[in-house]
C-alpha cells in the first residue's frame, strides 16, 4: 500500500539557520508533490507545488526538491525565523486522481 | 477574495446524534474535498465533490457518512448517529475546475466532538 514517512519528531533549529524536512514515499508515483503548513487549530496553507519532472522549486526562502528515483522530496527553509515555527505536511498526488494524500506532517521549532 | 469557509469551527454532539459539517468553496472554485485529520496524524481523504455530482468517495466509511454539493449553496458532510470515534478536525478544501494538477485550499476546519 501506499506510505508516506515524514519525520515524526520535531525539528529544533536555531533562527538563522536552514531547516530541511523529509518525505519519502513508497509504492506510489505521485505526479506531482505539494507542501504545506498548518499551525495549531489551522487549516493547511499552500506553499509549493513541484511536479514529477521538475527538479528544484524555488520561492523566497523556501526550496523543495523533488528525486523520482529516490522517492523523496526535501523542503528547505533558509534563514529561518521563530513565526517559521508550524507543521509542514508533504502531499502527492496524481492527475488521475485529484485526492492528495498526506504524511503526518513534521513539527518545525525555530528557537530565537 | 475570501477563502474557503466552514461552520461551524466547533461542534459537541452525543452519541448516536447527526452532525452536519457546511463548507463554502473559494469564489470560483467548483471542486470540494472532504478530509478528516485525528490527533497526530496526517490528513485523511474522504470525498471529492464537484456540484451536485461525487466524483470519488473511496475514502469515506460506507455507513452513516454522506456528502453532497448542491447547485446552489454549500457542501455538506453529514454524520449520522455519531461514536466517539468521529471525534476528529474535519476539513474541507476547494480547488478550480481548470487543469490536471490541484492545488488544493483549506478552509480553517470544524473540530467535532463526539461526547
Known amino acids: 500500500s501506499q506510505k508516506i514517512e515524514q519525520n515524526s519528531e520535531a525539528l529544533n533549529i536555531q533562527e538563522g539557520k536552514t531547516a530541511t524536512l523529509t518525505c519519502n514515499y513508497t509504492n506510489y508515483s505521485p505526479a506531482y508533490l505539494q507542501w504545506y503548513r498548518q499551525d495549531p487549530g489551522r487549516g493547511p496553507v499552500f506553499l509549493l507545488l513541484i511536479r514529477e519532472n521538475e527538479k528544484e522549486k524555488r520561492k523566497e526562502r523556501l526550496k523543495v526538491t523533488f528525486d523520482t528515483t529516490l522517492k523523496q522530496s526535501l523542503f528547505h527553509i533558509t534563514a529561518s525565523q521563530p513565526a517559521d515555527s508550524a507543521t509542514y505536511l508533504c502531499?502527492?498526488?496524481?492527475?488521475?486522481?485529484?485526492?492528495?494524500?498526506f504524511g503526518s506532517g513534521t513539527r518545525l521549532q525555530v528557537q530565537p | 477574495n475570501a477563502g474557503v469557509m466552514q461552520n461551524p469551527r466547533h461542534l459537541v454532539r452525543r452519541r448516536g446524534q447527526e452532525a452536519r459539517l457546511r463548507c463554502s468553496p473559494m469564489?470560483?472554485?467548483?471542486?470540494v474535498y472532504w478530509y478528516r485529520q485525528l490527533p497526530e496524524e496526517g490528513l485523511k481523504f474522504m470525498v471529492y465533490?464537484?456540484?451536485?455530482?461525487?466524483?470519488?468517495e473511496s475514502g469515506m466509511p460506507k455507513e452513516r457518512f454522506s456528502a453532497e454539493f448542491p447547485k446552489e449553496g454549500p457542501s455538506i458532510l453529514r454524520i449520522q448517529q455519531v461514536v466517539r470515534g468521529d471525534s476528529a478536525a474535519y476539513f474541507c478544501?476547494?480547488?478550480?475546475?481548470?487543469?490536471?494538477?490541484?492545488?488544493?485550499?483549506f478552509g480553517p476546519g470544524t473540530r467535532l466532538t463526539v461526547l
Open positions: 465533490l464537484q456540484k451536485e455530482n461525487i466524483i470519488d
Open positions: 478544501a476547494s480547488s478550480p475546475a481548470s487543469g490536471s494538477i490541484d492545488t488544493q485550499y
Open positions: 469564489k470560483g472554485h467548483s471542486h
Open positions: 502531499a502527492l498526488g496524481d492527475t488521475g486522481r485529484r485526492a492528495l494524500t
